[in-house]
C-alpha cells in the first residue's frame, strides 16, 4: 500500500547513502513501507535529483559521511533549493556527535545506523505528518 499525504498525494523520499548495501536495503524496507523512493550514491547526484524534482519530494533522508561531497555539504545544497523540505539525518555515529554542525531546528530527525524498519518507519511517518501541518 502507498503511503499517501493528508493530501493524498504519494510520499516519496530522497535517499541519499553511498553504501550500496545499506542503500539497496533501505529503499527496500522503504518500498516495503509504501513510499516511493528516489535513492543517490553519492551527493551531486541528489542535489541535481533535487533541482529536477523540486516539489517532487516529501523528505530526504541523508547519510552524513560520504567521499566527495560531505553530508555537511549536500545539506546545505539542499537548503538552498528547497528551505523548508524536511531532512532526517543518518549515521553511524552518535547522534550528538553528527548533528553537532547542524541548525538543530533544521534537522527533521536522526537515524543512528543499523536502524531497524520499525525506527524507519515511525520516523518518517512523523516527519511527514509534522511537515504537512505545518505546510497546512
Not at 542535489?47 to 546545505?76: N, W
Not at 547522534?95 to 520499525?118: C, H
Not at 512523523?126 to 511537515?131: A, L, N, Y
Amino acid at each position: 500500500m502507498k503511503q499517501k499525504s493528508t493530501k493524498g498525494e504519494k510520499v516519496s523520499v530522497l535517499l541519499v547513502e553511498d553504501e550500496e548495501l545499506i542503500r539497496e536495503t533501505t529503499k527496500r524496507m522503504l518500498e516495503h513501507l509504501g513510499y516511493e523512493v528516489h535513492s543517490s550514491e553519492n551527493g551531486r547526484n541528489a542535489v541535481e535529483a533535487l533541482k529536477c524534482r523540486q516539489s517532487g519530494f516529501s523528505c530526504v533522508i541523508l547519510d552524513l559521511t560520504m567521499p566527495e561531497m560531505s553530508g555537511e555539504d549536500v545539506y546545505r545544497e539542499i537548503r538552498k533549493i528547497d528551505s523548508v523540505i524536511p531532512v532526517i539525518l543518518s549515521s553511524g555515529h552518535s547522534e550528538q556527535d553528527s548533528i553537532r554542525n547542524f541548525p538543530e531546528k533544521d534537522i527533521a530527525g536522526f537515524l543512528q545506523k543499523p536502524y531497524l524498519m520499525e525506527s524507519l518507519d515511525i520516523l518518517l511517518k512523523k516527519t511527514v505528518e509534522k511537515s504537512q501541518n505545518y505546510h497546512s
